[in-house]
């Protein structure tokens, strides 16, 4: 069955393009609002409000006096909502001019989008789609995403319209969940329609928590209007479900909210009393169902709203008659149909034929091309993605040879270092080794080779009594004390540190830093490999039993020292030992 239900649709729709530029100026007007205040009035207005044009004169009036083009141009806008179809246009036509030079990115897409949403609101849908066209032509050269969704929205109507419901849901949904383009009450009414397109393609489970939710929504936030649109469309629900009594108990709520005091359009009360008459119908009512659908004939009479539902109407209505033997009657339901369905062929044709090939091939072509660009994309970042993974695996292999060469190397200075200790060659010097040093400076009583080994401030003597007691410092391992400087070592040994600097540098062949460090692992050298205990421990803990403030420095000097790792000495070790 072919529908063009837009629930609470083409006001809000209007109020969705809706893009004031909201300046709040308080001038001694005859117009004491702001237009922001004015505005606010308007839109949370029901559509057909008696107030809606009076609001919309004055606002207009004050942005002229004023000479603001941009509230002008909102004037307009308001003013054509409050029109018949050739008034509308022309306040529409006005917003065309007054925009013509505007740099804002929502023109002119949006005189098309509000062109195309009175064009429809009037049941003109060959102008409605030609207009929605051009105002997704224009929004998407400009990049306005939310006039893009509004066209999108729009067609989707006109889709609806021509049967593909399913195509009508999935852009429904997609707005009403997916996007930020849109406030909450926007949303809500996206879900109204979403739950009828639901119902159409028999996904009745979906359209009953939609209808639901805006139930309670509307009821919680005290919103009449929109808690009887969504009351209508659970007539609907029940109709559709078969539970025509229920349908009917809500739908003559409805009725009574809409035709009171002008609360409802023209859609609420057609669909209304359709939703009534096929509930009676159901119930085999016939002259209730006939009763509503002859209202339904003269609100058309009267309106000119013409839906493809009317079909139905005028179809019972014949047959009605024909059963009671009317020809009169009968008679004039036939004419009235003729004339219905003349136009709903016209527009459906019309429809049917330029929404493919006008919206659907170019969103096709579009989506077409937008994944031809994505898998190009895809397959420049699965090469880029390819080439780094070569680089990091080749550069890997290069760092693991790299690694396994200096493992090999690392293992071999440790094996040496090993067998060094073995053999008793890594240590302490000896008493006769320090002795060995000095008696070039004492025998040889050549001067200039003095000179070249010590200063000739420290005397002979000096310098044997400072390399004795260097030797009693590392035989009795002080050097494992923490906290030893070159100025705290003078002081032991009752010299000065330039003394002892100088010693050191000469006899040594290193600075006292270098010195200490060295006595340091040398002894961890004999004590790792002989000791399984010391072995055992925690690294920290070998590091401070050495005499340093952490591990970090430990391990650096060991390496600095040997030439390999300590954890590969460890372990060269254990390798060993276990042999």
């Known amino acids: 069955m072919m529908k063009i239900k837009c629930l609470m649709l083409f006001f809000i729709i209007g109020n969705l393009f809706f893009h004031a530029q909201t300046n709040n100026i308080e001038k001694n007007t005859s117009e004491k609002r702001t237009y922001k205040e004015l505005e606010k009035e308007f839109y949370s207005s029901p559509a057909g409000n008696v107030n809606s044009k009076s609001i919309a004169e004055n606002y207009l009036k004050k942005a002229k006096s004023e000479k603001n083009t941009t509230q002008i141009a909102e004037g307009y806008v308001m003013l054509h909502f409050c029109e018949n179809l050739p008034n509308a246009l022309q306040y529409l036509d006005s917003l065309q001019h007054i925009t013509l030079n505007s740099k804002e990115n929502i023109y002119p897409a949006r005189i098309y989008l509000l062109k195309g949403n009175v064009y429809f609101r009037n049941d003109n849908l060959q102008s409605a789609l030609n207009n929605y066209i051009l105002g997704l032509k224009y929004a998407k050269e400009k990049g306005n995403k939310r006039q893009i969704a509004m066209a999108h929205i729009s067609i989707a109507h006109l889709n ?186 016209t527009q ?36 880029i993605v390819l080439s780094l993974l070569l680089i990091s695996h080749l550069l890997f292999i290069n760092v693991y040879f790299k690694y396994k ?68 410092f590392e035989n009795k391992d002080q050097f494992l004390n923490k906290g030893i400087t070159l100025g705290s070592l003078a002081k032991k040994i009752k010299t000065n540190s330039k003394y002892l600097s100088e010693i050191i540098n000469t006899y040594k062949g290193k600075n006292f830093a270098t010195y200490l460090n060295d006595l340091r692992i040398d002894y961890a050298i004999n004590r790792l490999a002989n000791d399984k205990k010391f ?3 925690k690294i920290p803990f070998i590091a401070e039993e050495l005499g340093y403030n952490n591990e970090q420095a430990f391990t650096l000097a060991f390496k600095k020292r040997t030439g390999t790792p300590l954890s590969i000495y460890l372990k060269e070790i254990e390798n060993m030992s276990s042999d």
């Open 535 to 537: 072995r055992s421990y």
């Open 160 to 345: 609806n319209y021509i049967g593909k419901h399913a195509e009508t849901a999935k852009v429904l949904r997609h707005y009403a969940y997916d996007t930020d383009y849109m406030n909450q009450d926007e949303k809500n009414s996206l879900k109204l329609n979403l739950a009828d397109a639901y119902i159409e393609i028999n996904k009745m489970d979906s359209a009953y928590a939609l209808i639901k939710e805006g139930l309670m929504d509307s009821k919680k936030n005290k919103d009449v209007y929109r808690y009887h649109q969504n009351l209508g469309l659970l007539g609907y629900y029940h109709l559709h479900s078969k539970n025509y009594q229920k349908a009917i108990d809500g739908l003559l709520e409805c009725e009574k909210y809409f035709f009171t005091n002008n609360n409802g359009s023209k859609r609420n009360h057609n669909y209304t009393f359709l939703y009534l008459g096929k509930s009676y119908a159901g119930l085999n009512e016939k002259e209730k169902a006939v009763e509503y659908f002859r209202k339904i004939d003269s609100m058309v009479l009267t309106t000119n709203y013409i839906y493809p539902e009317l079909r139905d109407v005028y179809t019972y209505l014949i047959d009605y008659y024909k059963e009671n033997n009317n020809k009169e009657k009968q008679l004039y339901y036939v004419d009235r149909f003729l004339k219905v369905d003349q136009v709903l062929d």
């Open 348 to 383: 459906f044709r019309y429809i049917s034929r330029e929404l493919p090939r006008r919206y659907d091939t170019p969103e096709l072509l579009q989506e077409k091309e937008n994944i031809t660009n994505e898998l190009t994309k895809r397959k420049s970042l699965f090469y």
């Open 405 to 472: 060469k200096s493992e090999k190397k690392y293992k071999k200075i440790a094996q040496d270092l090993i067998q060094s200790v073995n053999e008793n060659k890594v240590g302490k010097n000896t008493e006769r080794e320090a002795k060995e040093l000095l008696p070039e400076v004492s025998k040889s009583g050549n001067t200039e080779n003095s000179e070249d080994r010590i200063s000739k401030t420290i005397s002979e003597d000096i310098a044997l009594a400072i390399l004795k007691e260097l030797e009693i």
